[in-house]
Every structure is written in C-alpha cells, then in structure tokens.
C-alpha cells in the first residue's frame, strides 16, 4: 500500500535558522507529493505542491523537489520565524481520490 | 468565496449515544473526503466521495460509521453507538475532480469528544 514517513518531531528551532523535514513515501505509481501546513487553531492548507519526478514546489520562501530516486520529498526553508511555528504534513495522492498523509511534524521556532 | 464548513465545531456526548457530523464543500467540488484526527497523531483516512457516490470506504474503522451525500453537495459523517475511542478532531476536505489531482481544501474540523 501506499504510505508517507515523516521526520519524528517536535522540531525547535531559533528564529533565521535552517530547516529541513524529511519525508519519504512509498507508492505504488506515480504520486503528487503535497505539503500541507496546520497553523495553532486553523484548519490544513496546502503549503506546495509537486506533480512529477524532479519538480519543484515553493511558497512564502519553503521549498521542496520531487526526487523519484530516493523516493523523497524533504521540506526546507533558508530562514524560519517565529510566524512559520506550526504543524507540517507531507501526503500523497494517486491520480483522484484520498491523499495518504504523514503523522505530521510540530515546528516551534522561538525569537 | 466561502471555503469548506464543518458542524458543529465541538461536540461532547455520552458513550452510547449517536453524533452526526456535517460538511458543506465548497461549491463546484465534486469530491469531498473525510479524515479523523486524533490527537498527536496524523490525519486517518475514512471514506470519500465522487459525487453521491463513495468508491473508497475502506477507512472506516467499523460499522458504526458511516456516511453519506446528496445532492452532491452536503455530506454527513453519522457515528453510531459512540465509544470513548471515537474522540477525536474529524475533518471534512473538498476538491476538483478530474485528471487530478487537485488541492484538497480542508474545514476547520468537528472536536468530538465522548466521556
């Protein structure tokens, strides 16, 4: 079956820091790997997104590529703040119907 | 335009009694999903529909549950028998349908709690 394995949290980082969240999947075809982010009291978004092998996804300075060879799909940002404190999800979906999601990662960054 | 709508926000009732959760897509989405949230843990897939029509229930966790749609548009999420294991936050998403696939835009979810 299809799953996603994220990096085991929480993550605490110091504000302008470097931040990565692994994530890896294991799908049966070619899936659109997602980001999606839960900010403390509001509901999922989609962070970015990427719909085939080496593609890359940014938004509000996050960025992450499609690598089919190591199955990956690592989250980075240059700089965090403390704005950026919240709970990332790595999912993925075939073709339509349900996206299979990561257990999720909680990033605090403190001042 | 108004995004995804989920009630009630937060539910408590008593182990035993039946809860029905409600989500409104956002309108134009043929697709709606549901997923459960428990806490510190990763969104679990339930069951999503295509339409009225649900091609997936293999998330649901056991035959308390269930779920339907009408006309297209409004969807319920009915928990039978409610235990104390079937707390959680559920979560209501909506999207496009097609050559896909599209963004799923969640709601805010339903805080159930069963004491």
């Known amino acids: 079956g299809n799953s996603v394995t994220q990096m085991e949290g929480p993550v605490t980082l110091s504000e302008e820091a470097f931040l990565t969240i692994n994530c890896t999947y294991t799908a049966t075809g070619y899936p659109s790997l997602f980001w999606y982010v839960q900010y403390p009291g509001e509901g999922l978004q989609l962070l970015l997104k990427a719909t085939k092998a080496d593609d890359k996804g940014s938004n509000k300075g996050f960025e992450a590529t499609y690598r089919k060879e190591t199955t990956s799909f690592h989250l980075e940002k240059g700089s965090v703040q403390v704005s950026d404190s919240a709970v990332y999800f790595c999912?993925?979906?075939?073709?339509?119907?349900?996206?299979?999601f990561g257990d999720g990662t909680t990033l605090t960054v403190k001042p | 335009g108004a995004g995804v709508s989920q009630s009630p926000s937060n539910k408590v009732t008593e182990k035993g009694k039946d809860v029905e959760l409600r989500c409104d897509p956002i309108?134009?989405?043929?697709?709606l999903y549901w997923y459960r949230q428990s806490l510190g843990q990763g969104l679990e897939f339930l069951i999503y529909f295509q339409g009225n029509s649900a091609p997936d229930k293999s998330g649901l966790p056991s035959d308390r549950f269930s779920a339907e749609r009408t006309g297209g548009s409004v969807s319920t999420l009915t928990i039978q028998r409610t235990q104390q294991e079937d707390s959680a936050v559920y979560l209501c998403a909506s999207s496009l349908w097609g050559a896909g696939p599209y963004e799923q835009y969640f709601g805010p979810g339903t805080r159930l709690t069963v004491t």
């Open positions: 999912a993925l979906s075939l073709n339509a119907g349900k996206s299979t």
């Open positions: 309108s134009g989405h043929t697709a």
